[in-house]
């Protein structure tokens, strides 16, 4: 590893990687939406890189590879999703490939869900406390939220052993 160059993390994308990534989330979206199927097709997306991914190393690798003809690319999609995946994910990965995008699928994935979070007014919230939360106290705390907020909290919670006491919760 080089100590000039910025250290790179799977998770953390530059501004135009950004940028791209939404554009092409609203597309998606838009196009999801128009099918009536938005939900369904976030879940696609979001299974093909949390769990198609971590099963196969090399795919990511392949899509993303500029070596690799557009063409090869899109006949391993088809060959691969037909009748697996919906024609719309499909027909969305494709204009990916035509666009030398595919590399980009994990903040296009990234930002769809938050665009998602945000159309539907529902929030992420990460919630750590010292012990575990009863089901009574992360209710209290979404109420406190919603009524704070004003959108629906989706609470992922964990316990920190670090904390002495209480909660953080963060928006």
């Known amino acids: ?7 790179r993390h799977e998770t953390v994308f530059d501004d135009a990687t950004q940028h791209v990534g939404r554009v092409y989330a609203e597309a998606f979206l838009n196009a999801a939406d128009k099918a009536g199927q938005t939900a369904e097709l976030l879940a696609e997306l979001e299974a093909l890189i949390g769990e198609v991914f971590p099963r196969d190393r090399y795919l990511e690798a392949f899509l993303s590879s500029r070596a690799v003809s557009r063409d090869r690319k899109a006949k ?3 060959d691969a999703l037909t009748g697996r995946a919906s024609e719309l994910l499909l027909n969305f990965l494709l204009v990916l490939n ?3 995008r595919l590399d980009a699928l994990r903040p296009i994935a990234s930002a769809a869900h938050d665009l998602y979070n945000e159309r539907t007014g529902k929030m ?4 750590r406390s010292a012990v ?5 106290q992360q209710e209290n705390l979404r109420q406190e939220l919603r009524a704070a907020f004003g959108k629906e909290p989706i609470l992922s919670t964990s316990v920190d052993p670090d904390l002495l006491g209480g909660l953080t919760v963060q928006v």
């Open 76 to 78: 391993a999609l088809r």
């Open 98 to 100: 035509q666009h030398d």
């Open 1 to 7: 590893m080089n100590p000039t160059e910025p250290t």
């Open 132 to 136: 575990p939360l009863g089901d009574d």
């Open 124 to 127: 992420p919230v990460t919630v």
